[in-house]
């Protein structure tokens, strides 16, 4: 039995040799032993009554990994509007005194060069001054939004697309208090549109994703969050402008402003127009898409935009120690005679508490809600005065139509 055994063993180890020796292209094997050995290792052998186990091998399971995204959201959304944005090359003539110090205008006075003994060939001679800047398409008919600061003063104004066209554009309109800018482009399309989001839908910590032209580099995208709305251009002490607008530090460069800022899903939210410098460097600001989509239709059907103001002049509710924080409302400082807010019998001192019986937080609170109330809608305002509410109804008009006292 030991014997039979053995010997069993030894066969079997001799056929695996055998397999191993075909492997090798000068290994021989007799063909008539092939059988014999494909039935010793698929079915087993049997010898002197011992039965040798078949060699059963099991399938390595190969295991299955998730397979890694490739794709980002980042590339969907600029896919969406990316060849929507453009590059504004602006050029606008300006004359340069030859003296330094002296304005252009004094040297052009005969009367002026005579005295000094000026030749008359340092007369102020003339240069062109280039710029750029980006925008967006948001009409098929070649309409394009961007900042007022980018076309401002410009005599030639063309727009580079992102399929390599270069087309001349002319300004139809634009609005500096909101810095808001539409240009027309004058060839024949198609054009490539922008799709135009809510911005009253946005929340802190949403994706921004913030393209254009920094610095003259085309088709720039930085990526970053909303971490912050209505932003009033007072609190970065920016006077002359009537703007609420969105922060982000999605980087915004020279050359940015006036590009899209989109969100996750490609949809345009702001209209870059501001970048920090200095201490608290790294915050961006665009305007929220839905004031800037108004200003556009105001600009496109009249060449303007109206600003509803009811004449008054506002500061912040003073604290009652130096320590405690400061009051809501807004104060009224000033009252602009023949104005809506005089005639309304507004005056200096009221403290405005509360508007269309929505409360006031502060001075900032008040010209955005009046903002969008519009000119000639009926606002009713609640002011304190001498420790008593007043109750006085209100109609804005345009600011265009205020006579400054």
Same mark, same amino acid.
């Given at each position: 039995?030991?014997?039979?055994?053995?010997?069993?063993?030894?066969?079997?180890?001799?056929?695996?040799?055998?397999?191993?020796?075909?492997?090798?292209?000068?290994?021989?094997?007799?063909?008539?032993?092939?059988?014999?050995?494909?039935?010793?290792?698929?079915?087993?052998?049997?010898?002197?009554?011992?039965?040798?186990?078949?060699?059963?091998?099991?399938?390595?399971?190969?295991?299955?990994?998730?397979?890694?995204?490739?794709?980002?959201?980042?590339?969907?959304?600029?896919?969406?509007?990316?060849?929507?944005?453009?590059?504004?090359?602006?050029?606008?003539?300006?004359?340069?005194?030859?003296?330094?110090?002296?304005?252009?205008?004094?040297?052009?006075?005969?009367?002026?060069?005579?005295?000094?003994?000026?030749?008359?060939?340092?007369?102020?001679?003339?240069?062109?001054?280039?710029?750029?800047?980006?925008?967006?398409?948001?009409?098929?008919?070649?309409?394009?939004?961007?900042?007022?600061?980018?076309?401002?003063?410009?005599?030639?104004?063309?727009?580079?697309?992102?399929?390599?066209?270069?087309?001349?554009?002319?300004?139809?309109?634009?609005?500096?208090?909101?810095?808001?800018?539409?240009?027309?482009?004058?060839?024949?399309?198609?054009?490539?549109?922008?799709?135009?989001? *809510?911005?009253?839908?946005?929340?802190?910590?949403?994706?921004?994703?913030?393209?254009?032209?920094?610095?003259?580099?085309?088709?720039?995208?930085?990526?970053?969050?909303?971490?912050?709305?209505?932003? *009033?251009?007072?609190?970065?002490?920016?006077?002359?402008?009537?703007?609420?607008?969105?922060?982000?530090?999605?980087?915004? *460069?020279?050359?940015?402003?006036?590009?899209?800022?989109?969100?996750?899903?490609?949809?345009?939210?702001?209209?870059?127009?501001?970048?920090?410098?200095?201490?608290?460097?790294?915050?961006?600001?665009?305007?929220?898409?839905?004031?800037?989509?108004?200003?556009?239709?105001?600009?496109?059907?009249?060449?303007?935009?109206?600003?509803?103001?009811?004449?008054?002049?506002?500061?912040?509710?003073?604290?009652?120690?130096?320590?405690?924080?400061?009051?809501?409302?807004?104060?009224?400082?000033?009252?602009?005679?023949?104005?809506?807010?005089?005639?309304?019998?507004?005056?200096?001192?009221?403290?405005?508490?509360?508007?269309?019986?929505?409360?006031?937080?502060?001075?900032?609170?008040?010209?955005?809600?009046?903002?969008?109330?519009?000119?000639?809608?009926?606002?009713?305002?609640?002011?304190?005065?001498?420790?008593?509410?007043?109750?006085?109804?209100?109609?804005?008009?345009?600011?265009?139509?205020?006579?400054?006292?």
């Amino acid at each position: 039995m030991v014997t039979a055994l053995t010997w069993n063993v030894a066969f079997l180890g001799s056929a695996l040799r055998s397999v191993e020796a075909a492997d090798r292209p000068e290994a021989v094997v007799n063909s008539q032993s092939r059988p014999l050995v494909v039935s010793a290792l698929a079915g087993g052998l049997l010898v002197a009554g011992v039965s040798a186990l078949p060699l059963t091998v099991a399938p390595q399971q190969a295991e299955a990994r998730p397979a890694i995204r490739r794709d980002s959201f980042v590339a969907a959304a600029v896919k969406r509007s990316g060849p929507a944005v453009v590059t504004l090359e602006t050029a606008r003539t300006v004359n340069q005194s030859s003296v330094a110090g002296v304005p252009p205008a004094l040297m052009r006075d005969p009367l002026f060069r005579h005295f000094f003994g000026i030749p008359r060939s340092t007369a102020p001679r003339s240069r062109v001054q280039r710029g750029q800047g980006s925008g967006v398409i948001f009409d098929a008919k070649g309409l394009l939004l961007t900042n007022a600061h980018v076309v401002e003063g410009a005599d030639q104004l063309t727009v580079g697309l992102s399929d390599g066209r270069r087309v001349p554009a002319r300004v139809v309109g634009k609005d500096n208090l909101t810095d808001l800018a539409v240009v027309r482009l004058e060839a024949p399309g198609p054009w490539p549109v922008a799709d135009l989001g *809510n911005s009253d839908r946005l929340s802190v910590g949403d994706w921004a994703i913030a393209v254009g032209n920094p610095y003259g580099l085309e088709s720039t995208v930085t990526l970053g969050i909303i971490s912050n709305l209505n932003r *009033n251009v007072a609190q970065l002490g920016i006077s002359g402008k009537r703007l609420d607008l969105i922060q982000t530090d999605a980087a915004i *460069n020279p050359g940015n402003s006036g590009g899209p800022l989109l969100n996750a899903d490609g949809e345009v939210i702001g209209i870059n127009t501001l970048v920090r410098s200095g201490p608290g460097a790294g915050l961006g600001f665009a305007i929220p898409i839905n004031r800037a989509r108004t200003i556009a239709q105001q600009l496109v059907s009249s060449g303007k935009a109206r600003h509803p103001v009811i004449g008054i002049r506002l500061s912040p509710v003073p604290r009652p120690t130096p320590t405690s924080p400061v009051p809501p409302g807004a104060v009224i400082r000033g009252v602009q005679p023949g104005g809506p807010a005089d005639r309304a019998g507004l005056k200096v001192d009221d403290v405005i508490t509360r508007l269309d019986g929505q409360a006031v937080a502060d001075p900032a609170a008040v010209v955005s809600s009046i903002e969008r109330r519009g000119v000639g809608a009926s606002i009713v305002l609640e002011v304190k005065r001498c420790q008593e509410l007043v109750t006085i109804d209100v109609k804005p008009v345009d600011l265009s139509a205020l006579t400054p006292g």
